[in-house]
């Protein structure tokens, strides 16, 4: 069963535009903030996800995916694109930044869509919990992205 999260949370940053920037657009030094990686792996554009299992209780899932990343330098943008036909889910998304007095706002919009192995009995306890793990994670992910752009290390120990 498909479950579908989309996400759009933002945080601001002491940083300035050019700094925010700089660390998003580097795909591999920005996902080494994101909390509870089991493996990234680079292939060219794309990166092949797997996470840690998330979960509780009888609700546990191991979140494994591919996004194609596009970097554009002039346009200050980066987004991702799910790849098809990998893993057991779909991530899409982009990031937005939005200078502001005391430093830029980075936000991320982003869909997931979870192909989780659960009877459709379960579906409103497994879509409460995709929902609370993926808000967590990125959640995680933005606060640490903070705690970098401040000046310190973000990233979680593995």
């Not at 535009?17 to 080494?32: E, K, M, Q, T």
């Amino acid at each position: 069963m498909d479950i579908s999260s989309d996400v759009r949370r933002g945080v601001d940053t002491p940083a300035d535009l050019d700094a925010a920037y700089a660390l998003l657009a580097d795909v591999p030094r920005s996902i080494a903030h994101f909390p509870d990686v089991e493996s990234v792996v680079p292939h060219g554009e794309t990166w092949v996800w797997r996470l840690r299992r998330l979960g509780a209780g009888p609700i546990q899932f191991q979140v494994h995916y591919a996004s194609r990343y596009h970097v554009d330098p002039a346009a200050r943008t980066v987004a991702w694109d799910a790849v098809p036909d990998v893993g057991n889910t779909r991530v899409s998304g982009r990031w937005v930044l939005t200078p502001g007095a005391h430093g830029v706002r980075i936000a991320m919009e982003a869909r997931f869509v979870v192909d989780a192995p659960f009877p459709r009995l379960l579906r409103p306890a497994v879509e409460a919990i995709v929902a609370r793990e993926i808000d967590r994670l990125v959640g995680a992910y933005l606060q640490n992205l903070t705690t970098t752009l401040a000046g310190g290390d973000g990233r979680p120990r593995r």
